[in-house]
């Protein structure tokens, strides 16, 4: 307890001086937050065009989908705020920039996201929210003791499930450097996947993305089960609310991999 | 009690290179190739070699960075690799190249950030900082963002940033590099007064021979992932240096002397540099022979520079003349 309560304190330490450097240009932090903001509605306007020319997706209404847009974005916004500089890694492999981060006491992965907390990331939070918000305002969601739950854990379980997804996406590096694209493929594909209706995917589709990269943890089984939708495969509806299992499992993977990964570190240079 | 432990390690790297148009082959390049020596606790050891000799890639082993292909490795008791964290607090390591440093905050914001790190202590950490802001005299950049400050302040920087948390053993890389003599000569006194106040062991990369004469009791050289010598600074230049130089100024300039057992390496107007063999002759009696000559004004003998020394090691390696262990 008290060894996660130090590490806390140095998260906030070093975000903290990491802001303060940022702020030291407030006129270009200040555009940058705006414009993350801006661009990410510019995202969300593309589901828009789409019920423009149909009335639903795969059984989904406009707003339903608003709120699986609202659970995959909030959470992948969270996601890149505590590790989205692990796209920063493939750069710090490269030139062996991470030697450093091997010599001091302190977790290799914690430090590497550590290393450049960008504030400006708030920004897609902000919009995020804001569509969740709506989308359960605008939906007549019967609330149970259960749904109540759902809608609590759901955020911090995704928001693990995404981290852990990242984590062991980047390990590729440590084998080839090129990996970067790779591994975008899982973060980036995976924040794109988990804004539609997984009906409108095929079954193998769905099946690889319950059972393998479990990405329907994050936004379609929780939507589903707050919604009362019917499960396409044919799975027990409750199964949603394995969600913060599923993510505690997912994050010991991805950890596990991060550790054996470190161990192929080749350094740069002789 | 030794606190840098090698024993017969290896570290290969598997490169993959071209061969044909389409073909690749894989080529294991062996970096450190069955290493092994053991460090006392309080040395100061020079570690050098020519580059690609494989000098970076053990002290990435000895720091928990690389894991060694085979053999063991231990610092300060522990297996760095396996026990990385544990090590990392109990020794210290600085790249030359490398800023360590946070770039865009004050230097003293970085030392903050680094107690916090290492979780070194309120008392402990003041004490240090104190000396160390005395001894390097950071006071006048300290609170001077980092990226602003000059290679020399950078540097010092460095090295208290490497000292801060009370190291037993710290491994510097070129700690010297691109520094002027003055700010030299201030790394090196502060790095001899670590080692001699705090009992900190020392291993030094570097290609400044200077910095090994001042301060290195021994000295390990490395050629392709092996220790081709090991033993003290005065014992490598009787092995292999044996020439000394015998500086001669005349009351008047004069064609090249005729010496025995020694020759004239260079004339300047009444000057001349004599090199000579210990073995074969010896500086009385090439001063004789020079008085005998020439109108004698001074004379100074020059030690062989360690830097020839090395050179030659090197040079009789590749010449494929020198057997595996020298």
């Known amino acids: 307890m008290a060894e996660l309560l130090d590490g806390l304190g140095l998260w906030g330490r070093l975000t903290g001086a990491r802001i303060r450097a940022q702020l030291q240009y407030r006129t270009s932090f200040t555009l940058d937050v705006l414009g993350n903001f801006l661009l990410s509605f510019l995202d969300f306007a593309v589901i828009l065009v789409i019920f423009s020319n149909v009335p639903q997706l795969g059984g989904w209404s406009v707003a339903e989908v608003a709120l699986l847009y609202g659970i995959a974005c909030l959470s992948f916004a969270l996601a890149d705020l505590l590790v989205g500089e692990l796209d920063q890694f493939p750069q710090l492999v490269r030139d062996g920039g991470f030697d450093l981060v091997l010599i001091r006491p302190r977790g290799s992965l914690f430090q590497v996201v550590t290393a450049n907390f960008q504030l400006r990331r708030v920004g897609k939070i902000v919009q995020a929210l804001a569509v969740l918000v709506l989308a359960l305002g605008l939906l007549d969601i019967v609330w149970t003791l259960e749904r109540a739950a759902m809608l609590v854990v759901m955020i911090p379980a995704a928001t693990v499930l995404f981290v852990s997804v990242w984590v062991a996406a980047i390990c590729i590096v440590f084998w080839t450097v090129e990996g970067r694209e790779t591994a975008n493929a899982f973060t980036y594909g995976g924040n794109f996947l988990t804004q539609f209706p997984f009906d409108i995917y095929d079954r193998w589709l769905r099946q690889l993305l319950i059972y393998v990269v479990p990405l329907a943890f994050i936004s379609y089984l929780p939507a589903a089960f707050l919604l009362g939708k019917p499960e396409p495969l044919g799975l027990p509806s409750w199964l949603g609310l394995l969600s913060p299992l599923v993510a505690a499992a997912a994050a010991l993977a991805a950890g596990s991999i991060w550790g054996r990964a470190v161990r192929h570190y080749r350094s740069a240079g002789g | ?326």
């Open chain 2, 1 to 326: 009690m030794a606190v840098i432990e090698l024993a017969d390690v290896h570290r290969d790297f598997v490169v993959r290179r071209k061969a044909g148009r389409l073909r690749r082959e894989r080529v294991v390049v062996k970096a450190v190739d069955g290493l092994g020596f053991a460090v006392e606790r309080g040395e100061i050891v020079g570690y050098i070699g020519p580059n690609g000799a494989g000098k970076s890639t053990t002290v990435k082993l000895l720091t928990g960075i690389l894991v060694p292909s085979a053999g063991r490795v231990r610092v300060v008791g522990l297996d760095p690799s396996r026990q990385r964290i544990p090590l990392a607090r109990r020794i210290g390591a600085m790249f030359g190249q490398r800023v360590q440093l946070w770039w865009d905050l004050p230097l003293l914001d970085s030392f903050e950030l680094l107690r916090h790190i290492y979780r070194i202590p309120g008392e402990r950490y003041a004490r240090n900082l104190a000396e160390f802001r005395r001894v390097l005299e950071l006071d006048p950049f300290l609170h001077t963002p980092v990226r602003q400050l000059s290679l020399g302040q950078r540097i010092r920087g460095e090295i208290v940033a490497a000292m801060l948390h009370d190291p037993e053993v710290v491994f510097l890389d070129e700690p010297t590099i691109g520094l002027d003599i003055v700010a030299k000569q201030r790394v090196r006194e502060f790095l001899l007064a670590a080692n001699r106040q705090r009992g900190v062991t020392v291993m030094l990369t570097t290609h400044d021979l200077a910095d090994i004469e001042r301060l290195c009791s021994r000295i390990l050289i490395l050629d392709h992932g092996r220790l081709v010598y090991d033993g003290g600074l005065e014992a490598l230049r009787a092995r292999y240096g044996g020439e000394r130089t015998l500086v001669v100024d005349l009351e008047e300039p004069a064609a090249a002397l005729r010496v025995t057992d020694a020759r004239v390496t260079r004339v300047d107007g009444p000057r001349q540099w004599i090199a000579f063999d210990r073995e074969r002759t010896n500086a009385a009696r090439l001063a004789a022979e020079v008085a005998a000559q020439a109108a004698l004004r001074d004379l100074t003998v020059e030690e062989p520079d360690i830097e020839d020394v090395v050179r030659r090691i090197y040079a009789e390696r590749q010449a494929g003349a020198g057997d595996d262990r020298l």
